[in-house]
């Protein structure tokens, strides 16, 4: 019963739908129904929420949305027309959202989101810092309608912009907007769509086809999905602009097989279209022919490549081929017909682009990379979820600003983007624009936009093993470089994940990455290195340490470290003794200690100890234990005293520093010397610049070559070859300078600004511990 | 290999003993491929309803047995040998009965020393199963996984989709009796 509207109809129908479906004034509830939220309860709560309004009777609509970002918070509730957002809402609440929010208006303030930072509730989703600096172009519909009614679609806007296009433009004019807004590729290459299409668009033949790619299959990465569940129409009209700019007159959606809520509102959405003729034969009677269908994946990573998508569909292997010839070309696509194949964020792109011009779109965000880029932001971050935002924002604003920074107030180490294509991007390049360019040039890629965030306790080495060892079991072993390289990679990994690393090894590593990238025949090959690579090359201590010092400073890899007991903080409770599960922890009459012959450095003695004394120890460290019996508690001791910089001593003393001008007399620097009974002053000059040092040793030269003190100025007499260091330096380096060089007073000198002076006497306080510490060792 | 009745849901028609009469009506993928006959060639749009059958089947059946994969290879004209090929090809095909419960132990090394292998051993005592075996009564299916990333909640194990952690033997017992009852 598939009926063909017209242009005017659709018209009137739109307005009716706004008018009533939409009416400023209506009463709604919106609640979360994204695979998240489903987890934590919407289901639930929605039915708790329905029987609630039978019960009462009230005039509400209910609406399940699709996802509306905060993912972490869930289940979400918005309310129309006030527009109260609420986070984790429960079946309970239920009676109290109708009765108090809904009908009179007064929000329920413990279900507000309240900022982690101020700890100010929030009433309405514009007003929350995660929302603030997003915005939504692809997810515009997402979260506001109900995916699996078209009516909701259409009222707000929808299949306007095929309307537009099939009744005020002509194929070439989609195309021309397309380039102008310079959309590029949403996957991950980041290809510009435009010329993809006029390639195919080029291609000699009749037959031609459209393809989403929807097998989004990075873990840490459902943007995709998001699109496909809570807006699948936008996703169709898209399609239905490039089949109508390319000349193609069939469709596939590819949907990963563990999408299933993806295939059922797809299959809802393009049963709906048919039926009002937005899609099939004649569509709103102008002759234009297009028809979709759905084909499901089966679990190979592997199928999101184009030409292992299309083997699939057409029944084969996910096998990649080599290119050329490109999907585009004749040959190339799907049974040999060409092809255009994009993301599914591309195609939902395109109806705004279409209603708005290219020049609206290419003016958002910046101009090598316009527009905005859905990501996903999940790892150690406060506000996990979806977010949009316009290409170009900073690192720091998606993390900090949207995210809301590092959960439990941890280190920012690094943010993971690209899933396992792409690879980490360290702290000193937060400030750096977020786009295709940007990112690849620090190594890494937007690819699919997973972007995980990584705090101190997270291990590079295991996130580089993690996210191989993923690529590794989804290679699809037709080409060696992959097949056997990726191996290859992921045993070196392993090694030096447990400890057993050696010489050489991380040199191996770029090696064999390199020759992955270079020889593998398709984007999996070329890219599965990348994690690992750009890991080495930020983070290359920790690969060091993991090598040489068989240590993992996060903690993370078992089978890295030494284990000892620091005595001085056990309890001796034995919990270790307990824990161990190869009587590794010895008992001796009154202490604990780790049998090294049997420790397998699984961690359980660590993981269990309520005081945290048993240590991990770096090979060097625990090599010094052995060798000089020095025991664990005073090794940290040492160690600290190692890593103690100038700024640290002179925290710990008075930090008075005395200085004269350079045309006062040397009978003055004597007196204030006897007056602050110091050794020593500085000499400025008029800007209070450092020009000299006066000290004891130049009043027994003077006295002994009888100079006159009352009427010899200082510059005359001070000595000028002065050593100054910054209040970063080691101590170590300034005592081997002093005794070096035999100076006794060293100025601290930062941005041309005196702080202080170390004398010898601080260092001689500096190593007294030691000193008292090996006279009890010995006495 | 144990006989087991395999109930067919939408795929009515099928009958057991005469495995090619399978009614594969019932099986044609919407529409579209018949309205691109023009586009493609007959083998072709054989191989394209390959892979949405083998869903087809695998939903209806929970597993790809050899009697509907002959009957398949017959109904489409495709080598029994290729269609082994795209089936092992991806995961998510099976080629032996599965359990309704699927039971992934974890080993890694944190459930390890917490006694990952005890409640190991107490799954495969009181289903009487291997490691990647699945029980004759189809109840379960037990696997081990390297690491499931919940090592703080040590031992762990996931059922179905759930994670189920900080596993006792008195917690083992819920689940045994959680995966009896589903």
Redesign the interface.
């Known amino acids: 019963m598939t009926y063909t509207m017209t242009f005017q109809e659709l018209d009137n129908w739109r307005r009716y739908l706004t008018e009533e479906m939409f009416a400023q004034d209506k009463e709604r509830i919106r609640v979360c129904t994204g695979t998240a939220c489903l987890a934590l309860g919407a289901r639930e709560l929605v039915e708790d929420i329905e029987k609630e309004i039978e019960k009462n009777g009230c005039d509400l609509e209910v609406t399940k949305t699709g996802c509306q970002g905060l993912c972490q918070k869930g289940p979400l509730v918005q309310i129309d027309p006030a527009g109260y957002f609420y986070q984790r809402v429960k079946g309970s609440d239920a009676p109290e959202l109708i009765a108090n929010s809904a009908s009179h208006g007064s929000p329920i303030r413990r279900l507000l989101y309240s900022d982690s930072g101020t700890g100010q509730p929030c009433e309405r989703l514009s007003a929350i810092p995660f929302y603030q600096k997003q915005r939504r172009i692809v997810l515009r519909k997402n979260g506001r309608i109900d995916p699996t009614n078209i009516r909701h679609y259409i009222a707000l806007g929808g299949y306007a912009a095929i309307q537009k296009a099939l009744r005020s433009m002509t194929p070439d004019e989609v195309l021309q907007e397309v380039e102008t807004a310079y959309l590029r590729g949403r996957g991950g290459a980041g290809f510009p769509a435009g010329t993809k299409w006029r390639h195919t668009k080029k291609a000699p033949g009749d037959v031609k086809f459209v393809i989403a790619n929807g097998d989004e299959g990075d873990p840490g990465a459902f943007m995709d999905r998001a699109i496909m569940e809570g807006d699948p129409h936008s996703l169709i009209e898209g399609m239905l602009l490039c089949a109508y700019a390319i000349g193609a007159s069939y469709g596939f959606i590819y949907v990963r097989h563990e999408y299933p809520r993806a295939v059922k509102n797809l299959r809802i959405a393009i049963n709906q279209a048919q039926e009002l003729g937005l899609l099939g034969e004649n569509i709103l009677g102008t002759g234009f022919s297009v028809h979709f269908d759905i084909r499901e994946g089966a679990g190979a990573f592997i199928c999101g490549e184009s030409t292992a998508l299309v083997a699939s569909i057409e029944g084969a292997r996910g096998f990649p081929r080599p290119r050329p010839p490109r999907l585009s070309n004749p040959g190339g696509g799907l049974w040999g017909y060409p092809s255009n194949l994009n993301n599914i964020e591309s195609y939902a792109c395109l109806p705004p682009i279409i209603e708005n011009g290219g020049n609206w779109f290419s003016r958002i965000g910046v101009r090598t990379s316009p527009g905005t880029k859905v990501f996903a932001l999940t790892g150690k971050v406060v506000n996990t979820g979806l977010v949009e935002v316009p290409m170009g924002i900073t690192l720091r604003e998606v993390i900090f600003d949207i995210g809301g920074g590092i959960q439990g107030g941890k280190r920012f180490k690094a943010v993971q983007t690209g899933g396992p294509s792409g690879g980490c991007i360290p702290e000193k390049y937060l400030d750096m624009p977020v786009d295709f360019d940007s990112l690849h040039k620090v190594g890494s890629m937007v690819g699919s936009g997973g972007m995980v965030v990584l705090d101190e306790d997270t291990c590079m080495v295991d996130m580089a093993r993690y996210f191989l060892s993923f690529t590794q079991a989804e290679s699809c072993g037709k080409c060696p470089p992959c097949r056997i390289g990726t191996y290859q990679m992921l045993q070196l990994l392993e090694k030096i994940s447990q400890g057993r690393g050696e010489r050489g090894d991380i040199k191996r590593l770029v090696e064999l990455g390199r020759f992955v990238q270079e020889g593998s025949l398709c984007g999996l090959g070329q890219s599965a290195p990348n994690p690992v690579l750009s890991a080495i090359k930020y983070f290359r201590e920790e690969y060091r340490e993991h090598v040489y010092d068989r240590y993992c400073r996060s903690g993370v890899c078992r089978g890295t470290g030494f284990f000892v007991i620091n005595l001085g903080e056990c309890l001796r409770c034995g919990f270790c003794e307990d824990a161990c599960a190869f009587d590794a922890v010895k008992a001796t009459k009154d202490a604990y200690f780790i049998d090294q012959a049997y420790c397998t450095k699984c961690g359980a003695c660590h993981d269990t100890c309520p005081v945290d004394a048993v240590r991990i120890l770096k090979k060097r460290q625990f090599e010094l234990t052995e060798e000089f019996k020095i025991p664990a508690e005073s090794l940290e001791f040492i160690e600290r005293r190692v890593h103690m910089k100038l700024s640290d001593v002179l925290e710990s003393k008075p930090s008075v520093v005395y200085t004269v001008p350079q045309d006062s007399t040397i009978a003055d620097a004597v007196k204030l010397m006897v007056d602050k009974n110091i050794g020593a002053v500085l000499v400025v000059d008029e800007d209070d610049q450092l020009v000299g040092i006066f000290t004891e040793r130049d009043v027994v030269h003077l006295t002994a070559k009888g100079s006159p003190f009352e009427s010899r100025p200082i510059r005359s007499a001070m000595s000028r070859n002065l050593i100054t260091f910054k209040a970063s330096v080691d101590v170590s380096a300034a005592m081997s300078v002093i005794s070096d060089q035999k100076k006794r007073h060293l100025p601290v000198v930062e941005d041309d600004k005196i702080v202080g002076i170390i004398t010898y006497r601080d260092l001689v306080s500096y190593l007294l511990p030691e000193v008292v510490y090996m006279a009890h060792e010995i006495y | 290999m144990t006989t087991t009745t395999l109930t067919v849901g939408r795929t009515s028609g099928w009958d057991e003993e005469k495995g090619e009469r399978m009614d594969f009506k019932a099986l044609t993928?919407?529409?579209?491929?018949e309205?691109?006959a023009?586009?493609?060639?007959a083998f072709?749009r054989?191989?394209?309803?390959?892979?949405?059958l083998?869903?087809r089947i695998q939903d209806d059946q929970g597993y790809l047995s050899p009697e509907m994969l002959q009957a398949l290879s017959r109904r489409l004209s495709i080598p029994l040998s290729e269609i082994y090929?795209?089936a092992s090809?991806?995961?998510?095909?099976h080629f032996s009965p599965r359990g309704r419960t699927v039971v992934r132990v974890c080993t890694g090394?944190?459930c390890?020393?917490?006694g990952a292998s005890e409640v190991l051993s107490l799954l495969q005592e009181r289903f009487q199963v291997e490691v990647g075996g699945t029980t004759p009564d189809l109840v379960m299916t037990l696997e081990t996984v390297s690491c499931i990333g919940c090592c703080g909640l040590a031992p762990v194990i996931s059922v179905n989709t759930d994670v189920v952690g900080e596993l006792s033997s008195e917690g083992v017992d819920q689940v045994i009796e959680r995966i009896i009852t589903t």
């Open positions: 993928i919407t529409g579209m491929l309205r691109a023009e586009a493609t060639p072709a054989n191989r394209a309803m390959l892979i949405p083998l869903h090929g795209v090809f991806y995961d998510q095909f090394t944190a390890h020393v917490k």
